[in-house]
């Protein structure tokens, strides 16, 4: 993938041509503080690097180092560190609500990621830019879930529910998608950075994960219910482009499931 990286010609996070635009460096599209230790073999030591322009990179870095930290910090906490109710103003970034079934097994719904997801939009810009050799238009309506129960801060969307249904229907196309063999990646760092994206005619759907995320996932949600980030954003398939049928993704809606809520179709028509 650094191979490939080298082929760009333009800036991941503005879209503007690298050429006459002043400095530019190489970045690591998922921070190495976040990528865990090294490979043991020396061939699979290599993350995902791509070309930016060097004030575009220090604007990011303004407000990444902050949200690099919380997932750090996230990211070495043990299953005891996530036990009972009580444990929740330790934690890095606080979850400001409770849920349980009946008042029991309370999950922690984190709202406190603003500045999380929105770095994880970057992450999403450079992966595709690396894997598809196109950028993402900036004005491309884009939604990144966490692996853990999140909802918008103060009221704002997505709620729990909305934030729930939506990322349990993505996880259900990806996984689908991967079952029949159409999709699109990138594997790096020894196979423990994995990217995953599937399209329809207009729109992107994506999962990710690296170190730490399984482990973050399955402290809060419980063991068997490891999740990876995932998200969508709204593009053109670029050329290569793993494209599921009508009938792929019906299926994928039939395979679909979440507490019995309405069907995965309602979810989408925000979308159209």
Known sequence: MQIASRRLTFCYLCNNRLAGAGPTI?????????????PVESRDQWPVVVPAHK??????????????KILADIHTKGSADWAGPDRVLEMPARPALLEGV?????????TGLGEVISGGKSWIRGLHAALHNTPIQLNSRMAVFPPVPAAGENGREPTFEQSESMSSLIRCYVSHASAIGKWNGITAWGGTLRFLTVWTSTW??????????????RNVNGVGNDRPWCGFY?????PGAAILSETDLQAAIDAWSWNGVSPPKELLR???
């Open 270 to 272: 925000f979308l159209a």
């Open 26 to 38: 190489r970045e690591h599209v998922i921070p190495s503080a976040l990528l865990g230790p090294s």
């Open 204 to 217: 992107c759907m994506w999962t990710l994960t690296f170190h730490g995320v399984e482990e973050w996932s």
């Open 234 to 238: 709204e593009s053109e398939p670029p």
């Open 55 to 68: 004030k575009c990179d220090e604007r990011l870095k303004q407000t990444s180092d902050r949200w690099i």
């Open 102 to 110: 009946g008042g029991e097994n309370p999950v922690p719904i984190f």
